[in-house]
């Protein structure tokens, strides 16, 4: 099974990884592509594009100044995404716990959806960015992110599916992520859960929790090797379980409280 996060907008590259292995992002020519046009934006550009303020649209250019296309190595800044990656998601999943082969498992089966690099791996090395897929970038003749990736991160998610022979992915990416996959091209079925707390008879979506949720989730389904979607429905962390009444085969909602 594979498994499709969103990434995470915090990031701390001053993290000592588990594991010194690494790999470099499947797409770095239009990951390169994208940094070398952004570069040439001024920083009230940055901010207006990204709806950001001064000080982090100072931050954004300094980064795609120094950026380079030579591929990431030792000692340049880069880290592995599962470490460099700090939001609620990757609170959640944690990866920073598994171990060498738990990771090297992960890597095969575990894809980011990225901006800036399409789709990140855990164990890929990144450099620091901001670049979110619903930002509203033009490059060349296309004029949206998810136009410039095009069939890219759905034909790399479809080569995943064959390698590991499973027919099941597992969206944990946020809505906006998951548009940049064109699900009428992938050989497999989706699977989306939602995470759903009790509230005044009934139960509603939070957003922080439902982040954290969907980090966890993903950190169970990679450690616990889960390969069936019939298992999901033994997932209990945190006090989450499967609401039978809500749930939908294909969109399991797991609700607490």
């Not at 982090?56 to 990656?85: F, H, I, K």
């Not at 479809?158 to 969206?171: E, F, K, M, P, Y």
Request: aromatic share 10%; net charge positive; with cysteine.
């Amino acid at each position: 099974m594979i498994v499709l996060l969103s990434p995470s907008k915090t990031q701390d590259f001053s993290v000592t990884p588990r594991t010194t292995v690494s790999t470099t992002p499947l797409f770095w020519r239009q990951a390169c592509e994208l940094a070398q046009h952004l570069r040439r934006l001024s920083r009230d550009d940055l901010a207006t594009l990204m709806k950001i303020g001064p000080a982090l649209a100072a931050d954004t250019e300094e980064r795609y100044r120094r950026w380079v296309d030579a591929e990431p190595t030792a000692g340049d800044g880069s880290l592995q995404a599962g470490y460099a990656y700090t939001g609620e998601v990757f609170r959640g999943l944690e990866f920073g716990a598994f171990s060498a082969m738990e990771a090297k498992y992960a890597h095969e089966r575990l894809f980011v959806i990225s901006g800036l690099y399409g789709l990140v791996r855990p164990l890929d090395k990144i450099r620091p960015y901001r670049l979110e897929m619903k930002t509203p970038l033009s490059v060349g003749a296309e004029h949206s992110l998810y136009r410039f990736w095009g069939n890219l991160p759905t034909d790399a998610v479809n080569r995943a599916l064959d390698r590991v022979g499973s027919t099941t992915v597992v969206n944990l990416a946020s809505q906006e992520s998951w548009r940049v996959v064109q699900t009428g091209r992938l050989s497999a079925r989706v699977v989306t859960p939602q995470f759903r707390e009790a509230h005044a008879g009934g139960f509603r979506t939070v957003a922080i929790h439902a982040k954290r949720a969907r980090g966890r989730m993903a950190g169970w389904i990679l450690r616990s090797r889960i390969t069936s979607p019939d298992q999901l429905a033994e997932y209990n962390l945190d006090g989450y379980t499967l609401n039978e009444a809500l749930s939908t085969p294909d969109a399991p909602v797991f609700s607490r409280g």
